[in-house]
């Protein structure tokens, strides 16, 4: 298994195909590799998790070192990400820092907008209520 991971560059963005595992054996070699590009001008960071199943701690550590200490705060990209993954980096409050995309044959399907993007494009209220509290 080793590394179980590809890094490489387009441009201005850095894509990163993931394998299987993001974990306490392969994710310091990952982030050892994305070092190799700071300096650069990343805009954005584009993770293929098509096959990722288990993402730990060191997973999510290299995750949130792609996001401040690569480029300019670049971009942070999930692609094909799990249900599972998606919800363990909501819980931990990264999902927001993260724009999730569903890909099928190398064509955009949807896109998994947070809450806070929802509500930055779009004239939304909300009303706080306790339990049992009448509205008008």
């Known amino acids: 298994m ?3 991971f590809k ?12 394998g ?13 590799e994305m070092s190799k590009f700071m300096g650069e001008a990343i805009e954005k960071v584009v993770f293929d998790a098509s096959e990722l199943l288990t993402l730990s ?13 690569l480029g300019n705060k670049p971009e942070i990209v999930f692609v ?6 998606y919800n363990t980096l909501k819980m931990i409050g990264l999902a927001s820092a993260i724009k999730f995309l569903k890909v099928e044959n190398k064509k ?3 896109s ?20 049992g509290q009448d509205y008008d």
Do not use: H, W
């Open 112 to 131: 998994q907008e947070s809450l806070e993007e929802f509500a930055a494009t779009n004239d939304v209220v909300c009303y706080s209520m306790k339990m």
């Open 20 to 32: 299987r595992s993001l974990n306490t054996t392969n994710a310091p070699a990952l982030q050892e």
């Open 80 to 85: 094909n990400c799990a249900k599972e993954i």
């Open 7 to 18: 890094v490489s560059k387009n441009g201005t963005a850095l894509i990163i195909t993931l």
């Open 2 to 4: 080793m590394n179980d």
């Open 108 to 110: 955009v399907v949807r």
């Open 57 to 69: 701690s060191s997973g999510l550590r290299a995750v949130y070192f792609a996001k401040q200490r």
